[in-house]
């Protein structure tokens, strides 16, 4: 049975409108974009998404709201927006002259190493690299925002600290959805006093919907940073004390790993699709490396003739899937430690060959994949937000603490919710990890080694203008999540929130597993069974916060769309 939501989505095919105007869309009205002028700030958080648009509208450019929103969702949306876990960002602007992008991946610390997470019988500890002060990696937001700011924006750090710090000082009013997601995690993020302290009344009950929700430690944490810069936090008294709970805890990290961090500038993965320039984020980071590989393949095929979401377009969408994540598992790792042949990886010579092995009309067996021989050689609970300035400049941000807050442990004193990042590593070869990702030599633990991820922020342009920034949380589904939207948009001609509603399927190889959204029309699941897919009803499947861009003579049209199977604002003016 259909259920209501599914409904709504489907509907909404329908009754997009490109051209209506709302000033602000929530993500419980999902019939409409949000259309604007000026400027554009689309997250998971709806106080992000005006704190943001506060910034453009003093005059500030995309970096300086990215770097704000960022520094407020570590406020508003603990679940995934924090300053103790990492991400990548990328940048088109005219500082940047062309895409630019900023690695600020975790790292392992330096007495990590590779069996770290195995028991005495050599089998993977999942409570060690998920739950413990072990599976924390060396945090790299502030670091990676305080480059974007000082390369690209026009603001300083502790100008976009202000709404963060008001937030966590004077409190934030409890939302429905706030609510809920506590309520969910309740179990874990009471099993830490330190945690429980912070999210919780004394006795342990929830802050109810139309409290206020306030954060001392947090604002203190973030008070230092405004005053000291990021040596309070790799260097200082913030240091100090995450450094004292990692020891109280068993936790590997020291001050000399935070000391030593830097986040680093990386050349984005670079892939052209049917006239189009796509633009995205390169290792550690397996998404951009994906997403072009598999445009390559999907070239070769007429996907607006087969129809949006029809039984052909799907089983082709999952051939490529399968040959894109088989290489995942084998060929991607942090370039620093390894050779990444990302050239050859993304060259449509390897995506022709790859092609060959495609049956139109029969399924290849996981088991028959495997991955290719190269010539010369991420959680649900992430967070991803796109921006856009008056002067057509845009940055493409995704960062997360991996689970849902992290480890759901708090450094005492700092208000700072810890990441679990190891865990993206290759705990053992051949080992699935959270996700169900295979990881392979390239990805296996090693001090200061930035972990493999999914994370994907993407920008497309045309004719040298961006037209499309967009991006998702999801774990292993942010790839073929981000590469939905695009084909939605360039092979579908859909508007943005059609791109963004519709429904959404993903296969990674292994598991061998095809997932679909609720919402496919009956008699195309009946076509995939006599195939001989035996689909999967997932849940929903991402959250993007996707910006498109629409040039009119001397005009920029901005159509902003927040996902709405998760709340948050795209916010215009």
Not at 92 to 120: C, H, N, T
Not at 344 to 355: I, N
Not at 386 to 404: A, C, H, P, Q, R
Request: proline content about 4%.
């Amino acid at each position: 049975m259909i259920s209501m939501k599914s409904i709504l989505i489907i509907l909404s095919f329908y009754s997009c409108s490109l051209f209506a105007q709302p000033a602000i869309i929530s993500h419980r009205d999902i019939f409409t974009p949000v259309v604007a002028t000026n400027g554009m700030v689309v997250t998971a958080s709806p106080l992000a998404s005006k704190a943001g648009v506060e910034v453009l509208k003093k005059g500030g450019n995309a970096v300086d709201a990215a770097v704000t929103v960022g520094l407020v969702m570590a406020v508003t949306y603990p679940r995934a927006g924090n300053i103790g876990g990492g991400g990548f960002m990328l940048i088109d602007s005219v500082k940047s002259a062309g895409v630019v992008s900023i690695d600020y991946r975790e790292k392992a610390p330096e007495k990590s190493f590779r069996d770290m997470f195995l028991d005495q019988s050599g089998n993977p500890d999942y409570r060690l690299s998920q739950f413990s002060h072990r599976s924390v990696g060396v945090p790299g937001t502030l670091a990676g925002f305080a480059l974007a700011l000082e390369k690209y924006g026009t603001i300083s750090l502790a100008e976009a600290l202000k709404p963060a710090i008001k937030l966590a000082e004077e409190g934030f009013v409890v939302s429905v959805d706030f609510f809920k997601d506590i309520q969910r995690r309740a179990k874990r993020l009471k099993s830490w006093p330190a945690t429980q302290a912070v999210f919780f009344k004394k006795g342990g009950g929830l802050y109810q919907v139309g409290e206020r929700f306030f954060q001392k430690d947090l604002a203190n944490t973030l008070r230092q940073v405004a005053k000291q810069g990021i040596s309070a936090f790799y260097q200082g008294k913030i240091a100090d004390l995450l450094v004292k709970d990692m020891q109280a805890n068993q936790g590997l990290m020291t001050k000399t790993d935070l000391q030593k961090y830097k986040a680093v500038l990386r050349k984005p993965i670079q892939g052209k699709y049917r006239g189009y320039d796509v633009y995205s984020m390169a290792p550690p980071s397996s998404g951009g490396i994906h997403i072009v590989q598999m445009l390559n393949m999907l070239e070769a095929y007429n996907l607006n003739e087969l129809g949006h979401n029809s039984a052909a377009t799907i089983h082709l969408l999952t051939e490529v899937m399968k040959r894109a994540y088989a290489d995942r598992s084998k060929h991607l790792g942090d370039p620093d430690f390894s050779t990444v042949e990302d050239q050859w990886l993304t060259s449509k010579a390897y995506a022709k060959q790859l092609v060959t092995s495609i049956n139109s009309e029969k399924i290849t067996p996981s088991e028959q994949i495997s991955p290719s021989l190269v010539p010369s050689y991420e959680s649900d609970q992430t967070t991803h937000f796109s921006i856009v300035d008056k002067e057509g400049s845009v940055v493409s941000n995704t960062y997360t603490l991996n689970f849902s807050y992290g480890t759901g442990r708090i450094a005492k004193g700092t208000g700072i919710l810890l990441n679990n990042e190891m865990d993206d590593f290759s705990i053992k070869p051949g080992v699935p990890n959270a996700y169900g990702l295979i990881g392979g030599a390239l990805n296996a633990v090693e001090p200061y080694k930035r972990m493999l991820s999914s994370m994907s922020p993407t920008i497309v342009k045309k004719n040298g203008q961006p037209v499309i920034v967009t991006g998702s949380p999801g774990g292993s589904r942010i790839i073929t999540t981000t590469l939905q939207v695009i084909l939605n948009i360039i092979d579908h001609r859909m508007n943005l929130q059609e791109a963004v509603n519709a429904v959404r399927i993903h296969h990674q190889w292994l598991p061998d597993k095809l997932r679909i959204e609720e919402g496919l029309s009956l008699d195309t699941l009946n076509v995939l069974k006599l195939m001989g897919y035996n689909p999967v009803n997932s849940n929903t499947m991402g959250a993007t916060a996707s910006i498109l861009i629409d040039y009119q003579k001397n005009l920029k049209i901005f159509h902003g769309a927040s996902d709405p199977r998760r709340s948050g604002l795209a916010v215009g003016y």
